[in-house]
């Protein structure tokens, strides 16, 4: 017989039929190709059916449309900070904060005094000398929330003042037994006394432990500006709040002074006073 392959066959589909080496197998039918038309038809209708949806839903991104390339970088511009090159030490300024917010402080009761006794003035365990200056007079501040309180006053302008004072504020009417805080609070007492009417902002000159002949303490130096002393061309005054722990714990001393800001002579005479300050306990 002959051997297994395809052999010519007029009569098969496809011309040919296949002999396995024993008979002759049933030719396959011709595959029918899918018509162009066909074919034609499908591509029209889904081209019509993305046109009907771009028309349908315009903020739908066209297919159609080239890749817009990406200019976007994760690399930051403009001058970067180097954590290897050292930084220059900023020069120092005054900073503002929060301050001037009324408050409820509380009323001693106790009214103050102007005496000096052994050429000091003495009150709430400190003492300090008196100021320097024949302007200066025996005349007590209006401190309500301290008690025990020593004072001299000094006459800038008619209705504008100058004041040194030594007294102590009380834990049990409110105040911190920390010193910083304490400080805080006594001068914002002093915005919302009426001590500075139209207060308009303070800047903290120095605000950092202090020493009392041995003695920790606090010391908070602010100005305070107002706005309606400026017919006087008086901006306000330099406020320093010295804070110092007793032995009684419900006893802060307390040394204030208000020296007007910018005036020379005032501050001349009031910084030997802070050099003076001691504690009597």
Same mark, same amino acid.
């Given at each position: 017989?002959?051997?297994?392959?395809?052999?010519?066959?007029?009569?098969?589909?496809?011309?040919?039929?296949?002999? *396995?080496?024993?008979r002759? $197998?049933d030719p396959?039918?011709?595959?029918?190709?899918?018509?162009?038309?066909?074919?034609?038809l499908?591509?029209l #209708?889904?081209?019509? =059916?993305? &046109?009907?949806?771009?028309?349908m839903?315009?903020?739908?991104a066209?297919?159609?449309?080239a890749?817009?390339e990406d200019?976007r #970088?994760?690399?930051?511009?403009?001058?970067?900070?180097d954590e290897?090159?050292? #930084?220059p030490?900023p020069?120092?300024?005054?900073?503002?904060s929060?301050?001037g917010q009324?408050?409820?402080?509380?009323?001693?009761?106790?009214?103050?005094?102007?005496?000096?006794?052994g050429?000091? $003035?003495?009150?709430g365990?400190?003492?300090?000398?008196?100021?320097?200056?024949?302007?200066w &007079?025996?005349?007590? =501040?209006a401190?309500?929330?301290?008690?025990?309180?020593?004072?001299?006053?000094r %006459?800038?302008?008619p209705?504008?003042?100058?004041?040194?004072?030594?007294?102590?504020?009380k834990?049990s009417?409110g105040f911190?037994?920390?010193?910083?805080v304490? =400080? %805080?609070?006594? &001068?914002?007492?002093?915005?919302?006394?009426?001590?500075f009417?139209?207060f308009?902002?303070?800047?903290?000159?120095?605000?950092?432990?202090w020493?009392v002949a041995g003695r920790p303490a606090?010391?908070l130096t602010?100005?305070?500006?107002?706005? *309606?002393?400026d017919?006087?061309?008086?901006?306000?005054?330099?406020?320093?709040?010295?804070?110092?722990?007793t *032995? *009684?714990?419900?006893? $802060? =001393?307390?040394y204030?002074?208000?020296? #007007?800001i910018?005036?020379?002579e005032?501050?001349?005479e009031?910084?030997?006073? $802070?050099?003076?300050?001691?504690?009597?306990?």
């Amino acid at each position: 017989m002959a051997q297994p392959g395809w052999y010519a066959d007029p009569a098969a589909p496809n011309g040919r039929r296949y002999w *396995d080496g024993q008979r002759w $197998l049933d030719p396959e039918p011709p595959r029918k190709g899918v018509s162009r038309w066909v074919w034609l038809l499908v591509a029209l #209708t889904v081209v019509g =059916a993305l &046109v009907a949806a771009l028309l349908m839903f315009p903020g739908v991104a066209n297919p159609f449309a080239a890749t817009p390339e990406d200019t976007r #970088t994760t690399r930051p511009t403009g001058e970067q900070w180097d954590e290897l090159l050292p #930084t220059p030490t900023p020069t120092p300024t005054e900073i503002e904060s929060e301050f001037g917010q009324s408050i409820d402080c509380p009323s001693s009761g106790d009214w103050g005094r102007s005496e000096i006794r052994g050429g000091r $003035l003495h009150g709430g365990g400190l003492s300090i000398v008196p100021p320097q200056g024949q302007q200066w &007079v025996m005349s007590p =501040a209006a401190f309500e929330w301290m008690y025990d309180y020593n004072s001299m006053l000094r %006459e800038i302008v008619p209705g504008w003042i100058s004041n040194v004072n030594v007294g102590y504020v009380k834990v049990s009417d409110g105040f911190s037994t920390n010193s910083k805080v304490a =400080a %805080e609070q006594f &001068v914002s007492c002093m915005s919302s006394s009426g001590m500075f009417f139209g207060f308009t902002k303070r800047t903290v000159l120095f605000n950092e432990p202090w020493d009392v002949a041995g003695r920790p303490a606090w010391r908070l130096t602010s100005n305070v500006y107002v706005s *309606d002393w400026d017919h006087a061309n008086i901006e306000g005054d330099t406020v320093d709040i010295v804070i110092v722990p007793t *032995d *009684d714990p419900d006893k $802060l =001393a307390v040394y204030v002074s208000c020296v #007007t800001i910018r005036h020379d002579e005032n501050i001349r005479e009031v910084e030997p006073v $802070l050099d003076s300050l001691l504690y009597e306990g």
